[in-house]
């Protein structure tokens, strides 16, 4: 399983972009790279899912360069709705994808 | 569709006693997932059912866990005789797989507190 490192944890203001780096050297070539965000007393939920380059949808981008050792998810202007732990996953499929310690990220007022 | 469903939300019970959790799959998933989690050890993946076909137990952390999936619609996750060191809150995941895009939908979680 190809691990990640994340920060612990983020600050942040709301109407920033807030954009988490996520490692991870010992990619393989068929894995994929999955984010999923985490609110207080639910389960995760899907954010965004690249494989190489750009991916934007209606909540995130998700940044990863050419040699896919690492990926940034950016979100831009961010609420304090935003406030959250947020997954780096990476994996061939679901069942492969291993849930790291993840960002918990404060949006303040 | 009402997603994953999960029950019960919350369960109180003293060590030793059996505990079965409950799960229903959005439909038309094919893949099904037990989560556990707590604050040491982050999410857990404890076993993962294809077509109601256990694939992956290596998650169970003991044999006083156990896991069903009789029919498409419904799995249940059993912890038997359950202690203190369980507490944690369990999630239930399906997904659509065979495809490239392997969105999860994870269920509310059951919370369970062994006293």
């Known amino acids: 399983l190809a691990k990640t490192t994340q920060p612990i944890s983020m600050d942040s203001y709301e109407g920033q972009e807030v954009n988490i780096t996520c490692s991870h050297n010992n990619i393989a070539t068929n894995d994929y790279i999955t984010w999923y965000q985490q609110f207080p007393s639910q389960g995760p939920r899907f954010i965004i899912q690249g494989y190489k380059t750009k991916v934007t949808n209606e909540v995130a981008s998700l940044f990863i360069p050419a040699d896919r050792k690492s990926s940034t998810l950016s979100l831009p202007r961010v609420s304090l709705s935003d406030t959250a732990v947020y997954y780096c996953?990476?994996?061939?499929?679901?069942?492969?994808?291993?849930f790291g310690s993840g960002t918990k990220l404060n949006v303040k007022p | 569709d009402a997603g994953v469903i999960q029950s019960p939300r919350h369960e109180v019970t003293e060590m030793g006693q059996e505990v079965t959790l409950r799960c229903k799959p959005i439909s038309g998933h094919n893949s099904l997932f037990w989560y556990r989690q707590t604050m040491m050890r982050g999410l857990e993946l404890l076993i993962y059912f294809n077509n109601n076909v256990p694939i992956d137990d290596s998650g169970m952390p003991e044999d006083r866990f156990s896991a069903k999936m009789p029919n498409a619609s419904f799995s249940t996750l059993k912890i038997q005789p359950s202690e203190p060191r369980d507490s944690a809150v369990y999630f239930c995941?399906?997904?659509?797989?065979?495809?490239?895009?392997?969105?999860?939908?994870f269920g509310q979680g059951t919370r369970l507190t062994v006293v």
């Open positions: 996953l990476v994996g061939e499929s679901f069942n492969k994808f291993y």
């Open positions: 995941a399906s997904s659509l797989s065979g495809t490239i895009f392997t969105e999860a939908f």
